[in-house]
């Protein structure tokens, strides 16, 4: 990969989490960098709670749509809505 497609950031970790990185890098026989990333693309994939692609449909309208304005008085207005 061209060193165009990266992006160097920093993170502060604790230190002893830091030894543990390069411990278990040492283990695996593979870079601290290589186990970051790998642990960064799994929680990627994995992805989590996401935003309802629609739009929840409610119940009809109170009043249909005629696309025209309208006005109504409270009193119009109570009578089409059921109040606990």
């Given amino acids: 990969m061209k060193s165009s497609e990266f992006i160097r950031t920093s993170v502060d970790i604790p230190r002893r989490l830091h030894r543990d990185l390069h411990e278990a890098a040492n283990r695996r026989g ?7 990333l790998q642990g960064i693309e799994r929680v990627v994939a994995e992805g989590g709670p996401r935003r309802p692609k629609r739009r929840l449909s409610l119940d009809r309208p109170i009043v249909p749509s005629t696309g025209k304005p309208f006005a109504f008085t409270n009193s119009e207005i109570y009578q089409l809505i059921e109040f606990p």
């Fill in 30 to 36: 593979c870079s601290a960098r290589q186990l970051i």
